[in-house]
């Protein structure tokens, strides 16, 4: 009888273990999914004159990729985003963040721009509308301004052709 709470502990703390083995550490739950885009009105890197909202992008399913000059692992994902952006299968919005403008397109200089836009989140605060833990982070974005996912992390050539593209075409067929 004395081994009986024991051994009660350690099969209800496997059964934890075992659970939490098979989730996903890169995913993030976001409370932004089936929700409205949240809305922002930042000037475009290459114009800054020129500002763009999830308002203009009404009506395309789009890509909102953070991405900042400073950041490592962005680096990984870019040359991804470039020959995603040759196939023309999608808009990709970049969201800089909490970078400096200079670098940004210094950055976008050398290593190839795959955005349609990208503007500026000097200070951080549309990211942390959007929930960013940092980046890179990607969110698929319905024609209707819905979040529909969030990736978090670098995108893979697998995220891109199991999980991204297929939903992007998905999202397609559906009607505004």
Request: glycine residues 8%; negative net charge.
């Amino acid at each position: 009888m004395k081994y009986v709470l024991p051994l009660l502990l350690f099969i209800g703390l496997s059964v934890f273990l075992a659970i939490g083995l098979k989730l996903n550490p890169r995913e993030i739950p976001s409370p932004l999914i089936d929700k409205p885009a949240p809305a922002f009105n930042l000037p475009v890197l290459a114009e800054p004159s020129k500002t763009l909202t999830p308002n203009d992008l009404k009506g395309k399913v789009w890509l909102l990729n953070v991405w900042a000059s400073w950041c490592i692992s962005c680096r990984e994902e870019h040359p991804l985003l470039v020959e995603l952006a040759k196939q023309n299968r999608v808009t990709l919005i970049g969201l800089n963040y909490k970078d400096e403008a200079q670098a940004a397109e210094l950055w976008l200089g050398k290593h190839g721009n795959p955005y349609n836009a990208s503007v500026m989140d000097s200070d951080g605060r549309i990211g942390i509308d959007y929930g960013v833990y940092g980046v890179p982070e990607t969110f698929v974005i319905d024609k209707r301004g819905v979040v529909r996912h969030k990736h978090t992390g670098p995108i893979q050539p697998a995220d891109l052709e199991q999980v991204l593209l297929p939903m992007i075409e998905r999202l397609e067929g559906e009607p505004s």
